[in-house]
């Protein structure tokens, strides 16, 4: 494959029945690009909580996904309230997800650290009243 393919989508915040749409897309695409089962569940688990993190904290954000033929990253940049303290949000069942999210069933404090759990290295970027940028990086297990 030599060239860097990318996929770019618009995630539209405060829209629950439309979040995961780019990470099922993904999982479609890497399919098609016949990558190993392992390799796409993890991206698509990662990405999916990911997505989720930015309809419920940050009004939506755009992904971009960079197949290369070792790796797979994910960019996930949002221009929410940022993340006061990344230490306390990668703890497992941390959220500031509000009540009314929560009963929906989201907000359980395990998108950050499963985002972690699943790609094989994570760095979070943040700026206060600006947003979060989350890259991960998946290293291909075979194809």
Do not use: C, W
Request: hydrophobic content about 40%; overall charge negative.
């Amino acid at each position: 494959m030599n060239e860097v393919i990318n996929f770019h989508f618009a995630i539209d915040g405060n829209d629950f029945t439309s979040a995961g749409k780019a990470s099922v897309q993904v999982k479609k695409l890497l399919r098609q690009l016949d990558f190993d089962s392992d390799t796409i569940r993890r991206v698509s688990v990662a990405m999916y909580e990911g997505e989720i993190n930015m309809v419920i904290h940050a009004d939506g954000g755009e992904a971009d996904v960079n197949v290369h033929d070792n790796y797979i990253e994910v960019i996930l940049a949002d221009r929410g309230p940022g993340i006061p303290d990344i230490e306390l949000a990668m703890q497992e069942g941390f959220s500031t997800a509000k009540d009314n999210i929560r009963s929906l069933g989201f907000g359980a404090g395990m998108g950050l650290p499963n985002m972690k759990r699943y790609s094989d290295d994570m760095n979070i970027s943040t700026v206060i009243g600006q947003g979060t940028t989350v890259t991960m990086r998946f290293n291909v297990t075979g194809m």
